[in-house]
């Protein structure tokens, strides 16, 4: 970004515009792979969209906000399981994806430490492409074992989990005295033999083949029935272990003393696992593995690096969201050819015309890819790409794949080059572009293609949840001139419904409910489901904790709203237009009058003027009663965050016995130290 007599330049419209495409599905990938374990993206086509997102946040740091992907650790856990709360966070690894990038990372963590005198050492482990799961085990006995969820919430398996044969129900403590608890962190797998096997049983019995072991392995997780799970024989790798309230050091003081460890005590460690002595060896180790792992009987996507130090772990620690001491160096993603048949034109909810490459079917890895989006007429532009062409896609899941480049020396004579319409394709409108956008859009707001997403949009599972409603349903709403807008679902009855191609009375009766049962969604979920441009989830629940009733939202200036925490310009100015046309308003005195909830219920101010409010604090030692978990909770509840690693941004760093290095880091930075009885004393004033 450009800087010229300290003023900066504005940014473009198109990076905005690329910045909440990439948000919005990276968004969608992580709630269908972590909320409702039915992935719709491999991770290669998931890497490719996060780094992407990761490099325009970089160069435009201003674009950055609360919820992206990248500020959190990912999304909410399903809810057909208990969820619980993991005692020691799952954090996600950053990726590289080749040898030059692995060595940038290296350099990045020596930043963070003094020099030594001795080289690191580093140790390799086959990157398992699975689930990951948290095995807690109490004198020896597993209790628990979950998912991983987000991160920080998972799902109670343990019934399942006790199916996997080479977990063990009782471990071997001989190595570890006095030890009342212990978490175990390691990948479910399929092996890949047995996946076969699964996919043949599943072809014949006329059911829907899985398609990778992981989709297999997370599908069969979940399975409410634990006899499935014992027949579909999952296996497991071991790669970390802890015990609550002491450091890793007080059990190994290396990673590969800790794997050593798990391995005595009964669980299974993989094999193939390599302690590496230079960056050179790491590297050795990652480029034979990129052939040989097509031997192996498992799946693996790449390599998982860590600092074999425990003690140089411990003063590296944690960004955000990545341990800094650890990576994940993945292996090329696959890509293959195929040629474009046809460019069609898709037309969203916000109007917006996407172009679509219509493909011959190419198989990768058992998914059948067919179409890819083209984003908007620049791109189109930049590839050159025309209705005949070869070229390039990247694997993907069920999202639409992108097209990563045309192969124009294989180009036809008759290849057709591709021209955006200029009339919307669903309603015949003109359509406009506006100055400094890359999209297209239609403006018509009876555009039937604009009602139907705003639709689907508002009976979705994060907005009003309105189960039963699907697109077929909302599409036949439409075209029949049924539903004119998303307050006429509120207008349905069963008589209406039962008029419709395919709907029976039960159904019909449960669509009903279903939508009286969205009325009892709250405020933030309504806001979020009306739809307004780059307002999101997470952002509809910043906005009606800020203005707790609609008519507070409604009547704020541009200004007010982005004065709130994570929203900016660009969401203040939608948001604040949105509520200056009539129709909206129109639109929301319908839904009030019908019971839709506009006022956020049970807002808590009492922790406003809290000590604890916008606080960072952090935990270190070992504290007199209260365990870190406790800690944390009663900090959080008191309205503070409590992060791993001391840094600038600290406020407090609460100190027990036995504290390490992040003692003496905060003395150097000159953070304020709490001991038990003052954090309590602090509490006190909260209650």
Not at 91 to 106: H, R, T
Not at 160 to 174: A, D, G, K, M, Q
Not at 634 to 647: E, N
């Amino acid at each position: 970004m450009l800087i010229e007599n300290d003023v900066m330049e504005p940014i473009n419209l198109e990076v905005k515009q690329r910045v909440q495409e990439l948000r919005q599905l990276i968004q969608r990938a992580s709630y269908a792979y972590y909320a409702v374990d039915s992935p719709i993206m491999e991770d290669a086509v998931y890497d490719q969209l996060y780094r992407e997102l990761q490099q325009l946040e970089t160069e435009y740091s201003e674009l950055v906000t609360p919820d992206s992907p990248t500020q959190r650790v990912g999304e909410k856990p399903a809810t057909q399981f208990t969820s619980v709360r993991h005692n020691i966070p799952l954090y996600s690894l950053e990726n590289a994806f080749n040898v030059e990038e692995l060595k940038a990372w290296d350099r990045r963590w020596g930043r963070h430490v003094e020099t030594g005198a001795t080289s690191p050492e580093y140790v390799c482990e086959l990157k398992i492409d699975g689930s990951a799961l948290a095995l807690t085990y109490e004198n020896g006995i597993l209790i628990r074992g979950t998912t991983r969820g987000d991160g920080v919430m998972g799902e109670d398996i343990t019934q399942n989990v006790r199916t996997i044969r080479s977990i063990p129900l009782r471990l071997h403590l001989e190595e570890l005295e006095n030890v009342e608890r212990i978490e175990v962190r390691g990948e479910a797998f399929l092996p890949l033999d047995v996946f076969k096997q699964i996919n043949l049983e599943r072809q014949k019995a006329g059911e829907a083949v899985f398609a990778n072991p992981r989709n297999a392995v997370a599908g069969t997780l979940r399975q409410l029935d634990s006899r499935i799970v014992t027949q579909r024989r999952l296996d497991f790798f071991a790669y970390t272990l802890h015990i609550p309230g002491r450091d890793d050091a007080s059990i190994a003081n290396t990673q590969w003393e800790a794997l050593e460890l798990l391995q005595k005590m009964g669980l299974r460690v993989n094999p193939n696992r390599k302690l590496c002595s230079s960056l050179d060896e790491v590297a050795e180790y990652y480029e034979y593995w990129d052939t040989e792992r097509l031997n192996l009987p498992y799946m693996t996507d790449g390599v998982v690096v860590k600092l074999n130090s425990f003690k140089l772990q411990e003063q590296l620690g944690f960004t955000q969201k990545f341990p800094r001491w650890a990576i994940a160096l993945k292996y090329a993603a696959e890509e293959a050819p195929t040629r474009v048949e046809n460019i069609a034109v898709n037309v969203g909810r916000t109007g917006a015309l996407t172009p679509l490459a219509e493909m011959r079917p190419v198989q990768l890895a058992g998914t059948t890819v067919s179409r890819a989006t083209l984003h908007n007429s620049d791109r189109i532009t930049q590839l050159d790409i025309r209705i005949g062409d070869t070229v390039i896609v990247r694997k993907a899941g069920e999202i639409i794949p992108e097209v990563l480049r045309v192969l124009t020396e294989l180009r036809p004579a008759e290849a057709i080059p591709f021209v955006m319409p200029t009339h919307c394709p669903v309603c015949s409108q003109p359509v406009v572009r506006e100055m400094g956008e890359a999209v297209t859009r239609c403006v018509n707001a009876s555009c039937a293609a604009i009602l139907k997403g705003a639709i689907e949009h508002w009976v979705s599972r994060d907005a009003l949840d309105i189960r039963g409603m699907g697109e077929k349903l909302v599409h036949q709403l439409v075209d029949k001139g049924v539903v004119h807008s998303v307050a006429d679902l509120y207008d349905l009855t069963e008589d209406k419904l039962c008029a419709l191609d395919r709907m029976g009375t039960k159904l019909a009766q449960k669509l009903v409910e279903a939508i009286a049962q969205s009325k009892n969604q709250p405020w933030s979920r309504v806001l979020y489901g009306l739809g307004i441009r780059h307002v999101g989830s997470v952002n509809a629940q910043l906005l009606t904790e800020k203005f707790p009733t609609v008519e507070q939202l409604a009547e704020v200036n541009q200004a007010n709203i982005e004065t709130v925490y994570g929203i900016g310009a660009e969401i203040a100015q939608s948001v604040h237009q949105w509520f200056s046309v009539d129709a909206n308003q129109t639109l929301i005195s319908r839904l009030k009058a019908v019971g839709l909830q506009f006022v956020q219920e049970n807002v808590e101010t009492q922790n406003l003027a809290s000590p604890f409010t916008g606080k960072i604090f952090v935990i270190t030692g070992t504290l007199p009663s209260l365990t870190r978990d406790e800690a944390k909770t009663l900090i959080q509840k008191a309205g503070g965050k409590v992060t791993d690693s001391v840094s600038k941004k600290t406020d407090f760093l609460v100190v027990g016995e036995d504290a390490g290095s992040k003692l003496a880091k905060a003395e150097e930075l000159g953070i304020t130290q709490l001991n038990e009885p003052q954090l309590l004393e602090m509490l006190a004033t909260v209650e």
